[in-house]
């Protein structure tokens, strides 16, 4: 690199080579507002980039990360999944937050040729060329499956990827990985293997009953199977540890200047590797028994098709209960189908069943549990 031209030399937008940062930006223009502005920034003088949160958790806001360690975050990914100098590379995400950017810087650092799609549910429409990486939230991935051969490792995050989903992903060609990441880490700093496993397990069995213990030897496969699907494996150069909460704590010392106190509740398997388990700030406690709806959530996704959640309302006799809130038109079966389920212990069975026609959602397009609750909050 060098003054006039500040990225790798191999670097390609929708197939063109730039001379100069002041090219890239004019092209860029021809792309999207979105990722002109951000490569007007990128290229600025300053040592940071201002970047939204998405909101999933809380509410959205703006934090600035140092460039140094975006290119940091770029080098691991690149050295963790081999894709060096003229990988093709597709970006199908909002270059407004940071997975978006981070595809784009990616391709700067480390050369690649880099297209991009309107970020909608079904990128892979009309898409001919084959590609050596690409990163998507889950929905994307469900509107994808029928080409997503043409995409050779896949990166899902933004969201669990369901039973449904893992089942239907087992034999693809595709090499999928769910990743572990906040904004502030600079995208994921963990990664774990979805498919290609060399046991493939029935959707109703997968993961969920791996944060069950069972001492029954003909399950000794399964569980093993199961486990192995349900580990985040760190980046180098990150070490982790819990708080009293049973959080994640995070130090990442090319990434962020301080560690990173999470509020994902989590079990450390060993230095390298851990499960997660769920949202600390999610916890319903019903009667003095706390519940984790994601996981919860993992085992019903074997018999649910539209999106859901569980969730705490207020009740006078166990505090909160565990209510299921389903999107679309009202269907009977489905809570009948949810209490017969087996893997469910009798606390962790929904007290009553919500439908509501459309979810609210985050900008990145994950459910916003929390507008979502206030639209049955009249019926409760």
């Known amino acids: 690199m060098n003054e006039s031209k500040p990225f790798h030399k191999a670097f390609k937008l929708q197939g063109k ?11 860029s223009l021809s792309i999207s507002d979105e990722i002109h502005l951000f490569l007007k920034e990128w290229f600025n003088k300053k040592q940071f980039v201002e970047v939204k949160t ?37 970006l199908c995400m909002s270059s407004t937050y940071i997975a978006g950017k981070m595809m784009l810087v990616r391709a700067l650092e ?27 939230v889950p929905i994307q991935l469900y509107n994808s499956l029928d080409k997503i051969y043409k995409v050779k490792q896949l990166i899902v995050g933004g969201g669990i990827v369901s ?16 990743t572990y990441g906040m904004t502030e880490t600079v995208t994921h700093i963990a ?19 791996a944060v069950e213990k069972s001492n029954k030897n003909e399950n000794a496969n399964v569980i093993s199977n199961e486990s192995k ?14 708080d009293d909460r049973g959080c994640l704590v995070i130090k990442a010392p090319k990434l962020s200047n301080e560690e990173i106190i999470t509020n994902d509740l989590v079990e450390i398997i060993s230095d390298t590797a851990f499960k997660w388990l769920g949202r600390f700030d999610s916890v319903i406690n019903s009667g003095g028994i706390k519940l984790i709806p994601e996981q919860i959530e993992l085992k019903i996704s074997s018999v649910i098709q539209p ?20 999107e679309g038109e009202k269907e009977d079966t489905i809570l009948n189908d949810v209490r017969s389920l087996k893997t469910l212990s009798k606390y962790e069975i929904p007290k009553e069943i919500f439908f509501v026609k459309k979810f609210k ?15 049955i909050s009249s019926t409760c």
């Not at 039973?163 to 769910?178: E, G, M, P, W």
């Open 110 to 136: 480390l050369g690649w040729e880099l297209d991009v799609v309107e970020p909608e549910s079904n990128p892979l429409k009309g898409i001919k060329k084959n590609y050596d990486f690409c990163a998507m």
């Open 54 to 90: 998405s909101g999933s958790t809380g509410t959205p806001k703006k934090i600035k990360l140092q460039k140094s360690h975006m290119r940091q975050s770029a080098k691991a990914t690149g050295d963790f999944f081999n894709l060096g100098e003229g990988t093709t590379a597709l």
């Open 307 to 326: 999106r859901f959640f569980v969730a705490g309302i207020t009740d006078a006799v166990l505090g909160e209960k565990l209510v299921l809130i389903v």
């Open 163 to 178: 039973n449904d989903l893992l089942s239907k992903i087992q034999h693809c060609s595709t090499a999928i990985f769910a």
């Open 229 to 242: 699907q349900s580990l985040y494996k760190l980046l180098p150069n990150i070490s982790i540890k819990i």
């Open 361 to 375: 959602e985050t900008p990145t397009q994950k459910i916003n549990r929390i507008k979502t609750l206030k639209l």
């Open 191 to 209: 990664v774990k293997k979805l498919n290609n496993f060399k046991n493939v397990i029935s959707s109703s069995n997968v993961i969920s009953s």
């Open 17 to 27: 080579s730039f001379n100069s940062a002041e090219e890239l930006i004019g092209f």
